[in-house]
């Protein structure tokens, strides 16, 4: 009996060991992270979060996702890259309009999002990828089933609160952003969680419609 469970157990941690816990998101180009920044301290400055301990999300680390993947096993990976290459050839690039920052989720207010129009692009972006994703985890790497989470609204996680706060207003009328939030590629990341905030590694990046593939 003991032999068995080692066997069993030394299944798991062989399986922990060699996944990666894997994102695809819309990466923020410089011109929307200067502007992201500059709002995050418009919020510090109004003091929005009084006394909740705060982590401010990096200039870096900006990103909004589109669909979170979960843990994938490390030899997986490649063919995950080239399943999401070739769905992602067939996008067209498309803008999202910025509309205004708040503390999310209702239900639970522990974030301030920058969020931007829900248009029916990235809604398609995020079903055809949700659905692609999922089936070739499941057929193609061990039975693997998706996190799928809730809907997406698309959205940048300014800040991550210790507590509750509310908060809800547009953007003051002296700050100055671009049109639109431009989408020409998508990222796939993985994530890796310290006490000090998630760090986020770059493990391939896909061009939307590139004929090129």
Not at 26 to 37: C, D, G, K, M, T
Not at 78 to 91: C, D, G, K, Y
């Amino acid at each position: 009996m003991r032999n068995i469970v080692t066997r069993v157990m030394s299944r798991v941690w062989i399986k922990r060991k060699t996944s990666k816990r894997l994102f695809l998101a819309v990466p923020i180009p410089l011109q929307w992270s200067e502007a992201l920044s500059s709002l995050q301290e418009s919020v510090k400055s109004r003091h929005i979060t009084g006394a909740v301990p705060t982590r401010w999300t990096e200039r870096d680390s900006l990103h909004m996702t589109v669909r979170f993947i979960g843990n994938v096993d490390e030899r997986c990976i490649p063919s995950l890259v080239t399943t999401i290459r070739r769905l992602l050839r067939e996008v067209r690039p498309f803008e999202l309009p910025f509309e205004s920052a708040h503390v999310a989720t209702v239900d639970d207010p522990k974030m301030i999002w920058a969020t931007f129009r829900n248009v029916k692009p990235f809604q398609q972006v995020v079903t055809r990828s949700t659905r692609r994703i999922a089936k070739f985890l499941f057929k193609e790497c061990n039975g693997t089933v998706m996190h799928n989470g809730h809907d997406v609204i698309p959205h940048v996680t300014l800040a991550r609160l210790n507590g509750t706060v509310s908060f809800s207003a547009d953007v003051p009328g002296n700050m100055l952003f671009p049109k639109a939030l431009p989408v020409s590629s998508l990222v796939l990341y993985e994530s890796r969680t310290f006490s000090t905030g998630s760090v986020y590694h770059t493990i391939a990046t896909f061009p939307l419609n590139d004929i090129r593939i």
